[in-house]
Nanobody, 121 residues
Framework: QVRPVESGGGLVQPGGSLRLSCEAS???????IGWFRQAPGKEREGVSC??????YYADSVKGRFTISRDNVKNMVYLQMNNLKAEDTAVYYC?????????????????WGQGTQVTVSS
């Protein structure tokens, strides 16, 4: 089973920026790619999604996060600006084919291992 791989997490101060990357050994442009996050003691939350037709952002990240694809490099990015302490979580990249940005995480068939994002001064 092909698993996506996330990278780009780290420690950043409030107000700072990070760019997360998601890559896989399949052609990502044919898949819907979702970014989810899970903080300690909290439920997994859908953050953003990009399909071949639409993009989606959770209200908590609108105006701060941007999802994009680079089909030449076969990558999906999540640019995160103006980071807040409440953005601290493990961020996961997930894939699904044939569905435009399902909100329900159970629709996603393949998940990465996650990358830690910590926002702290």
């Amino acid at each position: 089973q092909v698993r996506p791989v996330e990278s780009g997490g780290g420690l950043v101060q409030p107000g700072g920026s990070l760019r997360l990357s998601c890559e896989a050994s399949v052609t990502l442009q044919y898949y819907t790619i979702g970014w989810f996050r899970q903080a300690p003691g909290k439920e997994r939350e859908g953050v953003s999604c990009i399909s071949r037709r639409i993009t989606y952002y959770a209200d908590s990240v609108k105006g701060r996060f941007t999802i994009s694809r680079d089909n030449v490099k076969n990558m999906v990015y999540l640019q995160m600006n103006n980071l807040k302490a409440e953005d601290t979580a493990v961020y996961y990249c997930a894939m699904v084919g044939g569905i435009d940005c399902p909100r329900d995480a159970s629709f996603y068939t393949t998940w990465g291992q996650g990358t830690q994002v910590t926002v702290s001064s």
